[in-house]
């Protein structure tokens, strides 16, 4: 059994499906020697000083008293830490010079244009030269964590600015990449001018294109894979409602500690499901294909994330499995 496309409520417009679209081959950079110096050179930027190696299951870790440096052995991503950043402070509140009111309610406060262009600029300055921003790049941008103090009924007594993150994004034949393995992100602490807490980078190089045919309709699309999710498929038997929020067509990065042969679109999906006989409502989250395996194959391309669920959901159904 599949759930009704008639079941679910969209209060999101459905996109529009091109004919075709390119499919990239990835391919994670591997701890040679240009990505041991641009280690070796990040670990001098943040004064980590030196460094011992550790092997484990998911990459090699070089540690030392000061911070960390993570090479994710499936995807070439890092993650570097300088443990004492911030280390001075007293409490989560920061004091950033150029600090101006936000836009919204969720960003109450943020850098003034200037302020935030030149940590972009010092970013990029830190970042381009060690090969850690992908050039297919769509975004760029500097946030502020906020910060509020309660009391102890739970009302705010204060607020104020937290760390900076200054967040770069990616987009592929135009359409964003989204997922954990697309992101190059730096944290910032406000001391010293400008002081760098943590360097995450998660961005594999685009290998061969090769064009992949799509279902003719955004309906046969979901077929693929929403309309056979088993936790929907359960809540839509019971009587639950189900709407979609959310439904854009994107391409998935998986997490960094995960191999993934190439890059492929599929249906970034958010929704509600309401309360009911199977108990209270909830939102959920979730990636699903918009092409089939076959069409893959069609296609001649093959791999694992091309005949799985990227979210590891598959259909209780076994006929409805890909792969």
Known sequence: MT???????????????????????LQAPDL???RRA??????????????????FD?????????????????????WARDATAGRGAKEELRQWDGLVKGSDEHQRLALSPE??????GRTRELLEPLGLLGKELASESVQLDQVAQLDAKGREIAHGAGQASVRFHYAVAGLPVRGAGAKTLAFVEPE??????????????LGREQKLQL???????????????????????????????????????????????HLFPAFQIEG??????????????????????????????YGACLSANPDGIAPQDKNLQVG
């Open 272 to 301: 509600q499901v309401s309360e009911g006989k199977l108990g209270i409502g909830f939102f959920f989250g979730r990636y699903h294909h918009v092409a089939s395996p076959k069409a893959y194959a069609a296609a001649d391309l």
């Open 32 to 34: 040679g020697e240009t």
């Open 192 to 205: 010293e001018g400008g002081r760098y807490a943590g360097i995450f980078h998660a961005w594999r190089p």
């Open 215 to 261: 279902p003719g309709t955004v309906e046969e699309a979901l077929g693929v894979g929403l309309l056979t999710d088993p936790q929907l498929e359960k809540y839509s038997a019971a009587g639950h409602k189900i709407q979609i929020d959310k439904l854009e067509l994107v391409y998935l990065a998986l997490p960094v500690f995960t191999q993934q042969t």
């Open 115 to 120: 302020a935030g262009r030149k940590l972009l």
């Open 58 to 78: 998911h990459g090699l870790v070089l540690a030392s008293e000061r911070g960390d440096i993570t090479h994710f052995r499936a995807s070439g991503g890092l």
């Open 3 to 25: 759930v009704r496309l008639n079941a679910l409520g969209f209060k999101a417009k459905l996109p529009e499906l091109p004919k075709t679209l390119p499919v990239h081959a």
């Open 38 to 55: 641009a280690i070796g050179r990040l670990a001098e930027r943040l004064k980590l000083g030196s460094l011992r190696e550790v092997e």
